[in-house]
């Protein structure tokens, strides 16, 4: 659910079909599919600049437990306060979290990130927040700012002409646009609808699950990483409240099918596999009283591209990431505070979202490769390996300056018309 410490990948020419395109200083009217983390940022990143939009969401509703919990970056926290959400992840009750330590299975520290200058250094600390409590305030925020959100409204299709772009949903209705975007996650629809050669995702190797539970152990700022025996775990201790997950190495699952599970006789699994792990990690699951989920994590392989002249894909419809990298929520905010601007100040509604892409995909693409290459590693590791335990603080030093890159980004500065083709 969280980590960090990156292959670049080549972006093709960008080829404009010969079609009518809104002109800059036009009304653009922007369809949001998707009313997650990052259609919800999108849509207050495009209020922000001027652009009306609207949000439809598949699902009928989410409540505050959806998706456990996550981690927002310093790059991140910069993001929201560009979106003009500074408080937001407050709201949401977030807690600040700098550093992590890295244990073997005998509970012994064999590598550490230090944590505790980021926010002199970058302008922020991260945050650990819960998934549904972060989409809520931002629905709030959406709601506040006059944007129209409609549940239950599930994408079967899109279609691009050269007047618009239309959604066709399930329920026979088509919405009309001058721009779609893909918002709807690492299984986009949209992502299907327009480009159906597009790679699947590609599953990481392990299954995610956690929660949190309150429990009677002092405050961590730091995240706690194990690399147990037969699993990897993490936990963070706030104000009395144990945040907690586990990666469970196994093959991969058939959609669908641990939506099925029964959460105590998982929990029961995760304990079996961490019975012979350090007291703090028995202690966490022994107070546990369920898991809210289980998860196989997944990553997206590099997309030819992301937009059409009037389509485009943004968070995890265009790169998602394995949440060891511990970047995914703070791409989506940025590509919220991105992409309003390159609508903003481009031309034409085509090169607006051309620049958008080129302007995230070097980025993104290193990022989705780091978290990779950090995923594979928990999976192969989570036997206790000498080699691991010797090679860690190496291979960390080597990710040190990623990190620095990544937490140093500053969304409020970039410019997509440096980045862009017109």
Partial sequence: ?????????????????????ITRGGVVDVLICGAGIAGCALALGLHRVGIDSRLIEARSSAGPEEGAFLTIAPNGMIALAALGQPGL???????????????????RRIARLDGTGDRARYGATSHLVRRGLLREQLLVAVREAGIAVEHGARVAAVRET????TVVLEDGRELGADVVVGADGIWSQVRASVWPDAPRPAYGGVIDCGGWVPIDLPDSRAQQMYFGRRAFFGFVVHRGTAYWFSNVPAPEPARGTLAKIDPAAWLERVRELHADDPAAVRRVLDAATTSLGAWPIYDLPSLATWQTARVCLVGDAAHATNPSAGQGASLCLEDAVILPRALRDSPNTAIALANFTNTRRGRVEQIVAMGRRIGTRKASSAAGSRFRDLSLPLFLRMGASATHEQYSYRVDEVDPLAHGVG
Avoid: K, T, W, Y
């Fill in 1 to 21: 659910m969280s980590f960090h410490p990156f292959d670049a990948g080549s972006s093709p020419p960008i080829v404009f079909p010969s079609i009518e395109l």
């Fill in 89 to 107: 992840v407050e709201a949401a009750r977030g807690a600040a979290v700098s550093g992590i330590e890295f244990r073997n299975a005998a509970g």
């Fill in 162 to 165: 050269p007047g618009e772009a």
